[in-house]
């Protein structure tokens, strides 16, 4: 508070030399506004995550949202996506944030950066590295030392290498954010917020705009906002804004008014609906709050595509699909849409037209179908080309380092079993029960951690293997539950009540390239020892398929559809482009940037580990030229998990948006409801009783 007075106290008397010095960013107390190299600045900005979009197509998204007349972007910095290893960070390719930075000012981009180091995002475990959780008793988001420690190196090393792309040091970043909607989470930890407050102060110099980004109620505010970070809000359509305001308001009384996320659509969860939001109303709203002379940064403006094993989930455990295309004005594809054209017509108003045109869209193709071949069961895939970890009892991926995608668990009968109780109740996310040979197995089923029973009758004789493939969906990215992450089976594992002891463990390589290493050996191998593979294609049982094709002409961008497939990841030239689950809906297809693609012979791979649908004819997979991630999703019970529990995150969609629009009280009163749930959860937890007593 001090600092702010003496800032006012400067501004009065004129003589804040770094508001008016060139390339200054401040915050005018007086008349509430930003003020820039002297003069009152104000944003329309939008989110766009350099992390969800393919490195070549930064420049044309960036293109695109400034001819949309807007002068500023905002981006989240995934901090698990930069160090993966702990201790090894990567500023390259698709993790070159100044690659970013710099493209945003060549179109004359300010930049508001969220460096978390928790982020949310709907971002597999909200942008936390997932080896944290190997530390004892870890609690992110706090003052826990070894969270801290962790911190502490990453801030350092990412602060780093942006400092020069500052706007005081010649580059875009205008203001930066002190964590992440913090009031939302239980722990209300000030020292936590302090230590990072003062970590960036130290690494970046005390004259650079902090602030920090809340639900619109108070009782996010309270634990969201420390002194010397400025306070802003976050908040979706509404037709009386200043009443939003109002909250911000009462946090910070002066300076400008600001919603560091107004939703222009809504995430997706798989077995949801597709999420839209009204153009209508999302245009007339940024108007209202606009005239009233707030800075606005739209979430999403453009979404972008959850690549990889990067998804986050929330809790009730629900992961998000592959696509984050968010209903935004750009596409999940970068594409032009009646809301960007909308929502340019309002931003005019206020900042003219902008001097650039409007960029096509990308032009897409339908390559069409593709036929399928049969490459190998997976299970004897892992076992020919990964060495396993022995244990005693079940070991979690955090266990060994092996933090996403898939792990095999394998246990070898030593006596037979008949209609026996397999218990998987510490199953995180899902399992597919194999029993049978490393070459061969028989499916016994699947156990979801959302299933009300856990447990699958199996049948097996001395010395076959029970295996089990786990597939970890996503940790949570949001809530109490941040801690309760680690994935694998979790608990011990029974048959008729009696443990299971003597296991192995394989981390399934699925990263980028992985695979096509993957197939080099395995084929290698298949010749030399002439390995009996039986065809499991048609069991469903997991298996490796592939497809060959020749693009004569440069490529484009594309769909592959998914719908003849049941559960897996896709890759294109080992490009692992994410996870199809087409009935559970509601994404069928998934985006295929051209940069995955190449002129010449390309491959598509798939891991599909439940079940193929095309026994009865040929397989093929098929390209199109449209998206589809609004399939309808069946209430009537159809699939295995529907979603029939109540959301808890944030409200759900019909709270976002209240039924007339002009009411916001509905969100408030959910907000205080998960705020209270939230801290019940943690007093539950004794540790944290004590912690918060
Ligand atoms: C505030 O605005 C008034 C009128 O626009 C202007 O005269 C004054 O210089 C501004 N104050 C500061 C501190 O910029
Ligand atoms: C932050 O810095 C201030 C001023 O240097 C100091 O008083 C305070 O103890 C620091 N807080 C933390 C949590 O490091
Ligand atoms: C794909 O399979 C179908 C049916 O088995 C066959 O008729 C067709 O020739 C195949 N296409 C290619 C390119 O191999
Ligand atoms: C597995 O272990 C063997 C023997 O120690 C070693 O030669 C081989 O390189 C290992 N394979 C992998 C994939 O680590
Ligand atoms: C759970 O399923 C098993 C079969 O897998 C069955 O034997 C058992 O009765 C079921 N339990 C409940 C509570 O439905
Ligand atoms: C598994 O069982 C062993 C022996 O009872 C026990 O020591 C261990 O804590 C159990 N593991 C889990 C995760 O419950
Ligand atoms: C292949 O699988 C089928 C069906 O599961 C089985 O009947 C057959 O014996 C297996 N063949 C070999 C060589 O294991
Ligand atoms: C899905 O989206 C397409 C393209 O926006 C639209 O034409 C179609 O009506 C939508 N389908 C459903 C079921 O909402
Ligand atoms: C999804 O939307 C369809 C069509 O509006 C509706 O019939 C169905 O009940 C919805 N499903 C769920 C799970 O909400």
């Known amino acids: 508070m001090g600092q702010r007075i003496i800032l006012t106290l400067f501004l009065i008397i004129g003589i804040c030399h770094f508001c008016f010095a060139s390339r200054s960013f401040g915050i005018d107390l007086v008349n509430d506004t930003f003020i820039k190299d002297g003069e009152a600045f104000r944003y329309i900005s939008g989110s766009i995550h350099y992390s969800r979009v393919p490195y070549q197509y930064w420049d044309d998204r960036l293109h695109k949202i400034a001819a949309a007349g807007l002068n500023a972007v905002q981006t989240y910095v995934p901090w698990n996506a930069h160090e993966t290893v702990e201790g090894v960070y990567d500023f390259k390719k698709q993790n070159n944030i100044v690659q970013f930075l710099k493209i945003a000012q060549k179109y004359d981009l300010v930049v508001?950066?969220?460096?978390?180091?928790?982020?949310?995002?709907?971002?597999?475990?909200?942008?936390?590295?997932?080896?944290?959780?190997?530390?004892?008793?870890?609690?992110?988001?706090?003052?826990?030392?070894?969270?801290?420690?962790?911190?502490?190196?990453?801030?350092?090393?990412?602060?780093?290498?942006?400092?020069?792309?500052?706007?005081?040091?010649?580059?875009?970043?205008?203001?930066?954010?002190?964590?992440?909607?913090?009031g939302s989470y239980p722990a209300c930890d000030y020292d936590y917020l302090n230590m990072l407050k003062n970590l960036t102060q130290s690494l970046l110099g005390d004259d650079v705009v902090l602030f920090s980004t809340d639900g619109d109620g108070d009782g996010y505010l309270k634990c969201g906002t420390i002194p010397g970070v400025y306070a802003t809000v976050d908040f979706g359509i509404t037709y009386t804004p200043e009443k939003n305001f109002a909250i911000q308001r009462h946090k910070e009384p002066h300076g400008p008014l600001v919603n560091s996320e107004y939703y222009t659509g809504w995430l997706d969860h798989w077995g949801q609906n597709h999420s839209t939001v009204p153009t209508t109303a999302v245009a007339k709203s940024l108007d209202l709050q606009l005239a009233l002379g707030a800075n606005v940064n739209m979430y999403m403006f453009e979404g972008g595509t959850n690549f990889g094993f990067w998804n986050g989930a929330n809790y009730p455990y629900h992961p998000v699909p592959t696509s984050y295309d968010y209903d935004a004005p750009l596409t999940e594809a970068g594409d032009i849409t009646d809301k960007y054209i909308q929502i340019r017509n309002v931003a005019i108003k206020y900042n003219g037209v902008p001097?650039?045109?409007?960029?096509?869209?990308?032009?897409?193709?339908?390559?069409?179908?593709?036929?399928?071949?049969?490459?190998?069961?997976?299970?004897?895939?892992?076992?020919?080309?990964?060495?396993?970890?022995?244990?005693?009892?079940?070991?979690?991926?955090?266990?060994?380092?092996?933090?996403?995608?898939?792990?095999?668990?394998?246990?070898?009968?030593?006596?037979?079993?008949?209609?026996?109780?397999?218990?998987?109740?510490?199953?995180?996310?899902?399992a597919h029960v194999l029993i049978g040979t490393q070459y061969n197995q028989q499916s016994y089923g699947i156990v979801d951690r959302n299933d009300n029973n856990q447990t699958v009758i199996i049948n097996a004789e001395v010395d076959e293997y029970l295996y089990i493939l786990v597939e970890n969906m996503g940790r949570i990215n949001y809530g109490g539950q941040m801690n309760e992450n680690l994935k694998g089976i979790i608990s011990n594992v029974t048959i008729d009540g009696g443990l299971l002891t003597q296991w192995y463990q394989y981390g399934v390589p699925l990263s980028d390239n992985d695979l096509d290493k993957y197939f080099n050996s395995r084929l290698a191998k298949m010749v030399k020892s002439a390995e009996p593979v039986n065809v499991s294609f048609m069991s469903g049982t997991p298996n490796i398929v592939r497809g060959t094709f020749t693009l004569a002409d440069e490529p484009r961008d594309t769909y592959l559809d998914m719908s003849m497939w049941t559960k897996g990841v896709a890759f294109i030239n080992g490009v692992n482009i994410g996870r199809y689950w087409p009935h559970m809906g509601p994404q069928v297809r998934l985006y295929v940037p051209k940069y995955a693609l190449r002129q010449g012979e390309n491959t598509v791979s798939l891991i599909e580990v439940e079940k193929c649908l095309c026994e009865a004819k040929p397989c093929y997979i098929e390209f199109y030229d449209t998206p589809l991630i609004n399939a309808t999703i069946p209430s009537d019970g159809s699939m295995k998990t529907p979603i029939t529990d109540k959301m808890t995150y944030r409200g759900d969609l019909s709270q976002n948006i209240d039924a007339n629009y002009i009411n916001n009280n509905a969100k408030v009163q959910q907000s205080v409801i998960q705020i209270i749930y939230d801290w019940l959860m943690v007093l539950v937890d004794s540790k944290w009783g004590i912690l918060l007593l």
């Not at 400092?163 to 010649?170: C, D, E, H, I, T």
């Not at 490459?375 to 070991?395: E, R």
């Open 355 to 430: 001097k650039i045109k409007i960029p096509a869209s990308t032009l897409k193709a339908k390559y069409g179908k593709v036929n399928i071949t049969y490459m190998g069961n997976l299970v004897s895939y892992i076992k020919s080309t990964v060495n396993g970890s022995m244990s005693t009892f079940p070991l979690t991926m955090e266990n060994i380092d092996h933090y996403y995608g898939f792990i095999l668990y394998e246990y070898q009968f030593t006596s037979p079993v008949k209609s026996s109780v397999l218990d998987l109740s510490g199953v995180r996310d899902r």
């Open 112 to 182: 508001i950066l969220r460096p978390g180091p928790y982020i949310c995002a709907e971002w597999e475990f909200g942008g936390l590295p997932a080896w944290l959780l190997k530390y004892p008793n870890m609690k992110v988001r706090t003052s826990d030392p070894n969270y801290i420690n962790s911190v502490k190196r990453w801030m350092t090393a990412l602060y780093t290498e942006i400092s020069s792309m500052l706007y005081k040091n010649g580059g875009p970043i205008i203001t930066v954010q002190i964590e992440n909607e913090y």
